[in-house]
């Protein structure tokens, strides 16, 4: 098996980010020009993906999508509030696929699709449920002064901690 190695283009593309400061975008034609192709075109954008992950990975480079300009290099509150979006984003998609599943005439279904539909069923409306009620245990956990030492485990906790709350309320 030939070791693998990132394409020509995706180093162009890191070489190119990289050349940017914070707060600079480079533009669709910046980029095609570097690249060869519109990077817009189905098919192309997985350079970018990889770019990205590189970016982000190494050097703690962010990228925004500037709509219809290119891609602007994040300042580190703007990468937050892209993670922010990226969150909300999915949890959205999440509610919006538990509502699919729950849609499918599972009676149509043989046992085995049937048991596949009941277990994404259940993932996605936990997963749902996880997100609604991470907002207020967010707001536990700052009034706590627990924010700088938060943990999966301990959002879950605090997740836990605030439904009980509210179910003595």
Not at 3 to 15: E, N
Not at 103 to 124: A, F, G, N, P, Y
Request: charged share 35%.
């Amino acid at each position: 098996m030939k070791p693998f190695r990132l394409s020509a283009t995706t180093l162009k593309l890191v070489d190119l980010f990289r050349s940017k400061k914070e707060d600079e975008v480079a533009t669709y034609e910046e980029i095609e020009k570097v690249v060869g192709f519109d990077i817009r075109e189905n098919g192309r954008r997985c350079y970018l993906y990889s770019a990205q992950n590189i970016l982000e990975r190494e050097d703690g480079i962010h990228l925004g999508t500037q709509t219809s300009i290119g891609y602007k290099i994040l300042k580190p509150n703007e990468a937050v509030d892209k993670v922010e979006g990226n969150r909300y984003h999915l949890a959205r998609k999440t509610k919006r696929a538990g509502k699919t599943a729950s849609r499918v005439d599972w009676q149509r279904l043989d046992e085995k699709d049937q048991k596949r539909l009941m277990r994404e069923s259940i993932i996605l409306n936990s997963s749902y449920q996880f997100f609604k009620a991470t907002k207020p245990a967010i707001k536990l956990l700052e009034a706590a002064g627990e924010m700088k030492k938060v943990t999966a485990d301990k959002l879950i906790e605090a997740v836990a901690m605030n439904k009980m709350i509210g179910k003595r309320e």
